[in-house]
């Protein structure tokens, strides 16, 4: 648009002056200059262009005589009839009064083209000399009235922010000129998001600004700071620059979290008062953006050894976030409130209605930094627990049906028996004791009622068929074993409903269906295991001796692996253990039905210690999920997991009390669970026992015990034992491999706390042309990571948050990312870091073997 109309312009200029064979066009604040080349190529894209442009150019020694040696050897090399139509303009970027002008010192002479003047014409807009503010709103474009606008924009000529918007979207369609074109949409196109140019000077100040320095916009930056900010220009260091600006928005987010008090320390250091709201969006922005709040805690860190607000707030109920010594005393504060209030469960619910938006405001602005400003996330999480407990403890009062406490438990397990188990997780690792005590008593508040309740109906129905759950032996028969096609099966030992969620939930990518099934009656390995199995049709029977219980298929005692893994091999399943699976780099030849078997950490640590299995489930489920997808990529399109039975977690220090079952009575006699004779009349609630009808199951109520027991037990009919989960992962079959990645490093000499990462997609060779692509390259999840590794060989990261994790897709060129060091660390010239780059699915590492880093100055 804006060319065609300046070549519109001009070829109207000869056509007011038909003999004119020479057009001048002065340009005395050099407006023009930008666009001149710009315009140069436009006409030389055009099959016929209406004139020949030539432009004045000292540097490039192209002065007067040079212009009139250009028209004069085009003229000449022109046919007759080529020459009656050949036009000239020609550019000067100098005052038309150098015409007349006499040489005088350093003044450049072009009295030589003042012949163009009596044989040419002069360009005009309007009749006026042309000015870029002018061309502008002839061709069309929309610009303000006001004064003021009008010369913030066209005020440096050649440097003026219309000159540079124009020369950037010049070659723009029509739409982007016809939308107001005011000082603040243009410094916004050319600059982009104001905000994000101030993070990355923060980055990197020098390499920033000097980037901004080169593509001419420091100014209009510097104006938009002001404008936006109040802040005036940088008149100093970029360093310094940006230091004060954060200690500015610090204190103005400060100000305000405090509801502006009069007595505020530092009024003087506020900006004015229009601008405020800006500071505080921009901190807010800034302390959520996880790529630079490393950048923000480095600057705030030199902003508060000349800035204490502690004694000032000591008494204050603020919410502000940006230094972190008032993060800090707050959580204190909150922290003490906290455990007076963990004693009893009203108060408890008391302090969350409190403080519950405070909490989730702290937690939010505290995500995206390394630093240790209090655990607001871990009691924000709580509350969610404590709320989540109650509303299910509600909905188990209404429920009237086996069928509806079961539910109750499916739909909740994640939030709350998940939940639960990641808080206790998460108190250990940060020593919050009185954190962990809430969420027991919680829970256990929750399971009870829940585990009562069910108990009760289980025991007037005298059956398992009310609960509305496909048993778990038929579920495989039909879903597996009896399917077509590739697949395979995982067999976990003990696992609840809410850990296969959790795995489902890190399957990106792939569809995942987690259907509750009930688990075989007792709750144990030998029954649960037997009856994951291809058994309908086989001879069952069970014998008991020594107080334990050997089920048998076609006379073989299933409580042994190896007779359960010949059952499977013999139905025409490749078994293998999972060891093998995990260590395997490729894909080893196997069966189109494979089960992985082996999987006994939950079970094992269970039973050993309960703390243990809380401090390695979550390594466990990221383990299984890993599994799942290695599988995937292997060309199985349904992965399955089972599992034999779930398990009860308790408060070890809160066990029920023992329910009386003398051994007498019983065939076998265990903490949850006794065989007992299907004839005997005992004061027990007993369960049919599927393959023997001479025998039943007596179970205690809820989550008592028929002997003492830890805290993790399983063989009972709580609905943890029982409802097991059955999950199917459907996965695109991989085939093909995946992208190849390029790693690209501006430096391998670090002369700051940061790095700069940039992956691509390796070009792939070269094909044949007799061959033909069957398959297509799929993409990488990668894991970024910076180590320092200690004379004993283990590692230590220095970044200031976890791992960044990028994805990178084949149809992608590239993408970079910037790993910021934690500033509580130093480093020495000459040290050497390690930067880790690998695949989080396939723990490939790119490039092989990793990449040094050299310090390069003390930090």
Avoid at 18 to 25: E, I, N, Q, S
Avoid at 230 to 251: C, H, K, N, Q
Wanted: proline residues 5%; charged residues 25%.
């Amino acid at each position: 648009m804006i060319l065609e109309a300046l070549v519109s312009q001009l070829e109207q200029r000869f056509q007011h002056e038909k003999r004119a064979r020479v057009c001048l066009w002065f340009d005395e604040r050099r407006e023009f200059g930008r666009i001149v080349p710009l315009l140069d190529s436009h006409l030389g894209s055009m099959s016929k262009p209406p004139f020949v442009l030539l432009a004045y150019d000292e540097a490039q020694r192209r002065g007067q005589i040079w212009l009139k040696n250009q028209v004069h050897q085009r003229r000449e090399a022109a046919s007759a009839g080529e020459r009656a139509s050949l036009r000239f303009v020609v550019y000067v970027p100098l005052p038309e009064e150098r015409l007349d002008a006499p040489e005088r010192g350093e003044d450049t002479r072009i009295d030589l083209l003042e012949e163009y003047r009596a044989v040419g014409v002069f360009f005009r807009i309007g009749g006026k000399r042309p000015t870029l503010f002018s061309f502008l709103k002839q061709a069309g474009v929309a610009l303000p009235e006001n004064a003021t606008d009008q010369r913030r924009l066209y005020e440096g000529g050649g440097d003026s922010l219309l000159a540079k918007y124009t020369e950037k979207f010049i070659e723009r369609p029509p739409a982007v000129w016809q939308t107001a074109l005011t000082p603040y949409v243009a410094q916004a196109r050319l600059i982009g998001d104001v905000d994000q140019t101030i993070l990355d000077i923060a980055a990197d100040p020098d390499s920033a600004w000097n980037s901004l320095r080169e593509r001419g916009l420091d100014r209009e930056f510097v104006v938009m700071v002001k404008d936006r900010y109040g802040f005036e220009a940088p008149d100093r260091a970029p360093s310094e620059w940006m230091r004060d600006l954060v200690t500015t928005i610090a204190l103005t987010e400060t100000f305000l979290g405090y509801r502006e008090p009069d007595d505020f320390p530092l009024l003087n250091r506020l900006p004015p008062l229009p601008v405020r709201s800006n500071h505080v969006a921009l901190a807010h922005r800034w302390l959520r953006d996880a790529e630079f709040r490393p950048a923000w805690d480095r600057w705030i860190a030199e902003a508060e050894e000349n800035v204490d607000l502690a004694a000032w707030a000591q008494d204050r109920a603020g919410r502000s976030v940006a230094f972190p010594h008032l993060v800090w005393h707050r959580w204190h504060r909150t922290w003490k409130e906290f455990e007076a209030a963990a004693l009893k469960e009203s108060t408890t619910e008391a302090f969350f209605l409190k403080n519950r938006d405070m909490l989730a405001e702290q937690a939010e602005f505290l995500r995206a930094t390394n630093h240790d400003l209090g655990n607001w996330q871990l009691l924000r999480d709580l509350d969610g627990l404590v709320t989540a407990c109650a509303l299910a403890r509600s909905e188990v009062a209404k429920a009237d049906t086996s069928k509806m406490f079961v539910s109750i438990y499916v739909e909740n397990a994640r939030k709350i028996d998940g939940t639960h188990l990641e808080i206790r997780y998460a108190a250990d690792q940060t020593g919050h004791p009185a954190v962990a005590r809430v969420a027991d008593r919680s829970y256990a508040a929750y399971t009870n009622a829940l585990n009562e309740a069910l108990f009760e109906k289980m025991a007037t129905d005298g059956a398992l068929d009310s609960l509305g759950v496909p048993g778990v032996t038929p579920q495989l028969e039909q879903s597996f074993w009896k399917a077509h096609g590739r697949r395979a099966v995982i067999i976990v030992d003990a696992l609840r409903y809410d850990c296969a969620v959790a795995i489902g939930d890190l399957l990106r990518g792939q569809t995942v269906e987690v259907t509750p099934v009930l688990a075989m009656l007792p709750t144990v390995t030998p029954i649960g295991m037997t009856a994951l199995m291809p058994i309908s049709g086989a001879s069952m029977s069970i014998e008991l001796k020594n107080n334990s219980l050997h089920p048998k298929v076609n006379g073989k005692d299933m409580s042994v692996r190896e007779n359960r893994l010949s059952y499977l091999r013999d139905f025409g399943a490749d078994c293998r253990d999972i060891s093998e699976i995990e260590s395997a780099s490729e894909a080893p030849k196997l069966g189109a039905l494979v089960v992985v078997f082996g999987h006994e950490e939950v079970d094992h640590m269970g039973h050993g210690q309960a703390e243990t299995l809380i401090r390695h489930l979550h390594l466990e489920i990221e383990r299984l999920a890993r599994l799942v997808r290695k599988l995937h990529r292997w060309g199985y399109d349904h992965v399955h997991i089972v599992t034999d039975h779930g398990f009860i977690l308790l408060d070890e220090q809160k066990l029920p009390t023992e329910v009386p079952c003398e051994k007498a009575w019983c065939h076998v006699l265990k903490e949850r669970f006794a065989l007992v004779p299907a004839s005997a009349d005992l004061p027990l609630v007993r369960l049919p026992f599927m393959w023997d009808s001479e025998i039943r199951v007596a179970v205690p109520p809820g989550l008592a015990f028929f002997k003492a027991e830890k805290s993790f037990s399983h063989g009972g009919a709580a609905v943890q034992e029982l409802v097991i989960p059955h999950l199917i992962s459907h996965g695109q079959v991989a085939q093909g491999k995946r992208v190849a990645v390029e790693v690209v490093l501006p430096t391998f000499e670090l002369q700051r706390p940061a790095v700069k990462v940039t992956l691509r997609v390796a070009s792939a060779a070269v094909q044949k042309a007799s061959q033909i692509t069957l398959f297509t390259e799929t993409g990488r999840t990668l894991s970024i990571e910076v180590f320092r590794r200690g004379a004993d060989g283990t590692t230590t990261s220095v970044l200031a948050s976890k791992a960044k994790e990028v994805r990178i897709d084949p149809k992608e060129k590239e993408q970079s990312v910037t790993l910021f060091f934690h500033t509580a660390t130093t480093f020495q010239k000459g040290e050497l870091l390690e930067l880790d780059i690998r695949d989080v699915e396939t723990t490939e590492q790119f490039p092989p073997g990793g990449i040094k880093l050299t310090v390069g100055r003390d930090m």
